[in-house]
């Protein structure tokens, strides 16, 4: 079966009502409640985003998302009551693309996901090109980036952040932009933004810390230098 997303909660209640919700606004979803029943879902079936609890029982949503990575390369959204700075951090460091703190508005999760989902199917129409920058390859058509040769492993929210700053060069964009064009939503913290640009620059960039491509314009945002490439 092909769904648009899986919850993954082990909040029974929690979880069917989400998908209950989902599944009135045309989102077709499954839910699980434990990290097991996640790794035998995706063995008969098919999800385009997870929503994934970090406490699981026994068991860590940060782990679990650490073992879909190694697999797959979809959207992964926490979904929390834990709101501590630290926890935001290790779950966009493991692979999350945007962590969601307990409570929240199911109708503000379900317009985020929907943005998500039609981006993604937006992308998978886009043309052929590809955009070198120093040893940096881009394919849009595939969304594959190469560093000197080596595939590069990006997150689903790195790539699209890294797409429209290098389709947006030479100009300053302001964090607001980003938010609505890449994550699609205004709901975005600072704090996933500063987190996604250090780690593209952090595998893109030869020194991190004085970065050549990926600038940041204090107080505003940041721009993209095509003059480097």
Same mark, same amino acid.
């Given at each position: ?11 029974? =209640? ?10 009135? #606004? ?37 782990? %679990? ?8 390369? /979809?959207?992964?959204? #926490? ?10 951090? /290790? ?5 999350? =693309? ?14 985020? +996901? ?15 090109? /590809? ?8 394919? %849009? ?19 699209? %952040?890294?797409?429209?700053? /290098? ?11 980003? #938010? ?11 704090? &996933? ?10 595998? %893109? ?10 600038? &940041? +314009? ?8 095509? =003059?480097?490439?």
């Amino acid at each position: 079966m092909k769904y648009k997303c899986l919850v993954v909660d082990d909040e029974k =209640d929690l979880a069917d009502s989400i998908a209950e919700y989902f599944n009135m #606004f045309d989102v077709p979803t499954f839910c699980v409640y434990d990290s097991d029943s996640c790794m035998e879902f995706f063995k008969e079936n098919q999800a385009e985003l997870i929503l994934l609890d970090i406490n699981l029982g026994e068991n860590s949503g940060f782990e %679990l998302c650490k073992k879909i990575r190694k697999e797959m390369n /979809i959207p992964i959204f #926490f979904i929390s009551a834990r709101s501590s700075e630290d926890d935001m951090i /290790i779950a966009l460091n493991i692979g999350g =693309d945007d962590y969601i703190c307990k409570p929240f508005s199911l109708g503000v999760l379900c317009a985020k +996901v929907k943005a998500v989902l039609k981006r993604y199917e937006e992308s998978n129409i886009e043309k052929s090109e /590809i955009i070198r920058f120093s040893d940096v390859e881009i394919d %849009l058509s595939t969304r594959t980036v190469k560093k000197s040769g080596e595939m590069i492993k990006l997150k689903s929210m790195e790539y699209k %952040l890294l797409a429209y700053l /290098i389709k947006n060069p030479n100009r300053v964009i302001d964090k607001n932009e980003l #938010f609505d064009n890449v994550w699609e939503d205004k709901f975005t913290s600072d704090g &996933t933004l500063n987190v996604h640009i250090r780690h593209l620059r952090e595998k %893109l960039e030869e020194n991190p810390n004085e970065p050549q491509f990926i600038q &940041t +314009v204090w107080g505003t945002g940041y721009i993209f230098q095509k =003059d480097s490439l």
